[in-house]
């Protein structure tokens, strides 16, 4: 009844490419976006904490990796070693320039996992589909080792451990221990807001054709003119960025201060693949959908489950919570391998000839 | 009908009538099998060449050489005048070569108009900062583009299907929609590959039309894949033929379909 | 050598043999190099030329009982790398999905191994001995057949014709359903495992030789063995046996084997299952070397170099690509690691494979891909 699109005429190119076309998409990203702002407020401090302050951060990580895997066709399980990249570019930047503010450095993180991210994808000229998301892995143990074994880039401090030191924006704390949730929590959204607005206008673009192209048949692609080894590496590049920011949002917003070997160890990079791939690849909202997923499924199993009377003991908790996430995993992926972003599509769809079936 | 695209204006220096693509004792060996022998045939600037042959008989091969697929052994490939070593695909693209293939080749996740905009992707040149910004000069050549990309979709008569991913659609119109991305290039030379492959006769009509139309059209020279001697006596201007490798005859379709090598050739030799 | 000959010599040498060759040839002129230098003095003791290109060398040569140590090593280590890889080739080769559970397989197969002991002798009160292991070893055995037949029900049914990736993260699923469930049944202590109750031999012998002394244990060299065994057995069943055909039929074409009348969920049953038992021969293996606990999976990690070097559906592949590995990675670690300050096992697998694969794109065994559009 709504959602319906009679009467919206286009009548220049401009808004037909506009990336929301329809009258009611762009009202309800307006009311998404209202929302999302208004949240911190009026939720409790725990969901702040452990939903929606790692869901912001890791969302950018999994639009990255959905712009390598889901447009490009590469398939990477290093994305954890290049947020550790971002994570510890932002650190040492901003401890040898503490003066220049923080949310500059979050941002160029980026360009270091950018390079870092470059350098691991020059296999991918090579080798492709699973023999590359094998080696990536050389990426992501690498980094890994690097993060643990050069200790210039934890500060020589002897716990091994990096610690946010405190920075502020016009005299509010943002990081650090004293800043407000709320405030990280803003901080992190403009990013996610930022950072998704620029992937999006790169996809829509001869960019992103470019990269659906190489995806969809790279023989083609090369055969249009695309250079292949410029297509796959700028897809490395961007994916990087990405990755990179999340991970000094992820331990400048989110965790405080983190240790390498923990953090950004593989189990987060098949994470981030994961949410893609539930999500949806290629599709950028459904890099939220995946995103939401993997970071309320654990949280809402372990402290939801006791609430409504299950009771079951920590330990116990994390090896039901283990199996349920791996059960349904699964199960995700035979209800519909296109993932969340498809059923959103058909339910989409549904509303707009809503009362009738088809 | 009023394009703006208009293939082969003042790209080059070759008049029509000149020879374009040179193929000179050209062999292609994989391992020990050899795909094509010392075949030798030219292409002139605005004419429709068609290539013919048996199962086998190395025309994709051939075409796979001038567009820099494969590197033939032995042999050269003179295009506009210059005598080409190893040409890679892009570099070729850029030189003016399109191609479509004997089994579709489209991007089939990307809709109609993604497939034939990524045509123009050569060119387009607006830089990383404005695409990420999707504002100023990266909307501006977007539109041009797309302007371009629709007179292509008004053309071959598929305004309908332009915004459905290309995986969904019909083989016909997918042979369509690839002869539109081909044409987006703006190419100087047109690689077909069995255009008309698994057509039925209307299909098939309306693709000769489209063939007949941009050669005539635009001067675009075609290069022509078909087994449908048919097609390939009424649309092209001249003909040669591959067997096992090697050339057996060369020159108008007339002359073509005398030749007793040709018969033999097609409908085999008693014994 | 003139062109003639060597293009009538072509036939004679298969292009892996050429290769090699090649290969040889290329590091015997490192080799070279490195000792012209060192001689010629442009690289001085405790120059960092000299220390990774020419110190590591020396070292080799001055303590010949420390190089066969190493070398025995990792010659231990690669054929436990080849036979998590084998595991993983034979899935990959019938049903064209990557297992990553391959390694949790292994885990979890140990575990009920030794769990499953425990139980039996702890809390039934069976004697501890040998007849209550082979019980276990049966259990364990009947456990993997079990998991093969459920892997294909629930797993590989509903998603068949799916998009690798898809399937890879099917097996993720799995790998984290595994380590909650083994961990939810036997606890997530590490266990040791029965390797003298299942008849393995312990203990080890030490060799004098070349001037000093080379420790092996017994438990290694049955490994060696018996992974020797294994791999011939397999390779006779897939060759000369019926099942062996259709599998092979069935890794050609899905479709094809499907129009003869041969059925897939049996063939995938059979050969999740002699996965599953690889798993459990290499779970016994590695857990008698080590504690029987899920920090083994990060060995596993490790076998996925090997199928990067090896490829992912060639046999001998998998088996030399986890010799060269295995040695590889123990030599690197020994020579070059405190170089770099040491720990550089995590990560120097990938890097040998990658190096190979630029040389090599199709892996060691592969057919060198033709493109045809």
Same mark, same amino acid.
């Given at each position: ?103 500059? @450095? ?104 470019? @990269? ?131 059923? @959103? ?14 | ?271 | ?373």
């Amino acid at each position: 009844m709504f959602y319906r699109e009679t009467g919206q005429f286009k009548t220049n190119y401009t808004d037909d490419m506009a990336i929301f076309p329809i009258r009611q998409d762009r009202i309800g990203i307006a009311i998404i976006l209202a929302i999302a702002l208004i949240l911190p407020f009026v939720v409790s401090e725990f969901v702040l904490k452990t939903i929606l302050l790692p869901f912001l951060a890791l969302s950018v990580a999994v639009i990255g990796l959905n712009i390598l895997t889901g447009y490009t066709g590469l398939i990477s399980l290093g994305s954890a070693g290049f947020m550790g990249v971002g994570a510890y570019a932002c650190y040492k930047l901003t401890t040898i320039f503490p003066e220049v503010n923080i949310i500059i @450095w979050i941002f160029a993180s980026g360009f270091f996992a950018a390079a870092v991210g470059v350098f691991f994808g020059l296999p991918s000229l090579r080798i492709k589909g699973l023999y590359l998301a094998v080696a990536t892995l050389a990426a992501q143990f690498f980094l890994q080792w690097a993060f643990v074994r050069i200790p210039w880039l934890f500060n020589y401090n002897p716990s091994g451990a990096i610690e946010v030191p405190l920075r502020t924006l016009f005299g509010m704390p943002i990081t650090g221990p004293t800043a407000e949730l709320e405030v990280k929590y803003l901080i992190c959204l403009g990013f996610v807001i930022g950072m998704t607005w620029l992937a999006s206008n790169l996809v829509h673009g001869r960019i992103g054709r470019s @990269w659906m192209a190489v995806r969809d048949m790279d023989i083609a692609a090369e055969l249009m003119g695309i250079k292949l080894l410029n297509a796959k590496l700028l897809a490395f590049a961007v994916s990087s960025f990405f990755c990179g920011v999340s991970g000094a949002l992820f331990v400048f917003l989110y965790l405080g201060g983190a240790e390498a070997g923990t953090e950004f160890a593989i189990r987060l990079s098949f994470l981030i693949l994961f949410a893609v791939i539930i999500g949806g690849t290629g599709s950028m909202i459904g890099s939220f959908f995946g995103t939401a997923f993997i970071v309320a499924l654990p949280t809402i199993l372990k402290f939801g489950a006791p609430a409504i009377g299950i009771a079951i003991t920590g330990a116990t908790a994390e090896k039901i919570v283990l199996m349920i996430i791996g059960a349904l995993t699964i199960y995700l992926l035979i209800v519909e391998p296109h993932g969340l972003a498809r059923l @959103w599509q058909i339910m989409k769809q549904k509303l707009r000839v809503w009362p009738f079936p088809y | 009908m009023m394009l703006h695209v208009s293939p082969t204006a003042a790209t080059t220096g070759i008049a029509k009538g000149e020879v374009l693509l040179n193929v000179e004792n050209v062999s292609l060996r994989f391992g020990g099998v050899k795909a094509i022998s010392d075949v030798s045939f030219d292409i002139v600037k605005g004419e429709v060449r068609a290539i013919i042959g048996p199962n086998g008989a190395g025309k994709t091969s051939m075409l796979n050489c001038i567009n820099g697929f494969y590197f033939p052994q032995e042999g050269h490939i003179t295009y506009k005048g210059v005598r080409r070593q190893k040409v890679r695909p892009h570099e070729a693209a850029s030189s003016g070569i399109a191609r479509t293939f004997q089994n579709v080749a489209l991007f089939k996740g990307m809709t109609t108009l993604d497939n034939i905009m990524t045509g123009r992707t050569l060119k387009m040149n607006v830089g990383l900062f404005w695409q990420l910004l999707r504002h100023g000069p990266a909307m501006r050549e977007e539109i041009e583009h797309r302007r371009k990309v629709e007179d292509i979709i008004d053309f071959l008569e598929i305004q309908a299907i332009r915004k459905i991913p290309v995986g969904k659609l019909p083989y016909g119109l997918q042979k369509r929609v690839e002869l539109g991305r081909a044409l987006a290039m703006e190419p100087e030379l047109l690689l077909l590959d069995e255009p008309m492959a698994g057509m039925n006769l209307e299909e098939k009509e309306d693709m000769c039309r489209f063939i007949l139309d941009v050669n005539q059209t635009f001067g675009t020279t075609i290069a022509l894949i078909e087994h449908d001697m048919g097609v390939v006596m009424d649309l092209s201007d001249r003909v040669v033929v591959l067997e096992y490798g090697r050339k057996i005859a060369d020159g108008t379709p007339d002359v073509v379909k005398a030749d007793q090598k040709v018969i033999d050739a097609y409908l085999g030799v008693a014994h | 050598m003139s062109a003639v000959t060597s293009s009538a010599l072509r036939p004679l040498l298969s292009p892996a043999l050429m290769a090699t060759l090649k290969g040889l040839g290329i590091l015997a002129a490192i080799a070279l190099a490195i000792v012209l230098l060192v001689h010629s003095g442009a690289m001085p003791k405790g120059s960092i030329g000299h220390k990774v290109l020419a110190a590591p060398f020396i070292d080799m040569w001055d303590l010949p009982d420390l190089l066969v140590q190493t070398l025995w090593e990792g010659l231990v280590a690669g054929v436990l790398y080849a036979l998590i890889a084998l595991g993983f080739v034979l899935i990959f080769k019938a049903s064209g999905v990557f297992n990553f559970a391959q390694g949790i397989m292994v885990v979890f197969s140990a575990l009920t191994l030794v769990g499953s002991y425990e139980i039996m002798t702890q809390r039934m009160g069976l004697p501890p001995g040998t007849v209550v292991a082979i019980l276990a070893l049966m259990i364990a055995i009947a456990t993997m057949f079990v998991l093969a037949w459920l892997v294909e029900r629930i797993v590989l049914r509903p998603l068949v014709n799916q998009n690798e990736i898809i399937m890879l993260m099917a097996t993720v699923g799995l790998t984290y359903f595994l380590i909650g469930f083994g961990e939810y049944i036997f606890g997530g202590n590490p266990k040791v495992m029965i390797t003298a109750q299942l008849g393995l031999p312990v203990g080890q012998t030490q060799f004098n030789i070349l001037g000093g002394r080379v420790n092996i244990q017994h438990l290694d060299v049955a490994a060696a063995v018996i992974a020797s065994i294994m791999i011939a057995g397999l390779a006779f069943f897939f060759q000369y046996t019926r099942i062996g055909r259709a599998l092979r039929a069935v890794a050609d074409s899905h479709k094809a084997a499907l129009s003869v009348g041969i059925s897939l969920n049996q063939i995938w049953v059979i050969v999740w299952f002699t996965a599953g038992v690889v798993a459990l021969v290499t779970g016994i293996m590695w857990g008698a070397r080590s504690d029987v606990s899920f920090a083994l999976e990060i060995i596993a990690l490790k076998a996925l170099p090997v199928l990067i070097l090896g490829g992912f559906t060639s046999v001998p592949g998998a088996i030399v690509g986890g010799l060269i590995i295995g040695i590889g990675e123990k030599m690197g670690e020994g020579y070059w690691g405190p170089l770099f300050g040491g720990g550089i096992e995590t990560w120097l697998a990938y890097v040998i494979a990658l190096g190979f694969l630029l040389f090599r794109p199709q892996g060691l065994f592969g057919e060198k891909i033709i493109e045809r559009i």
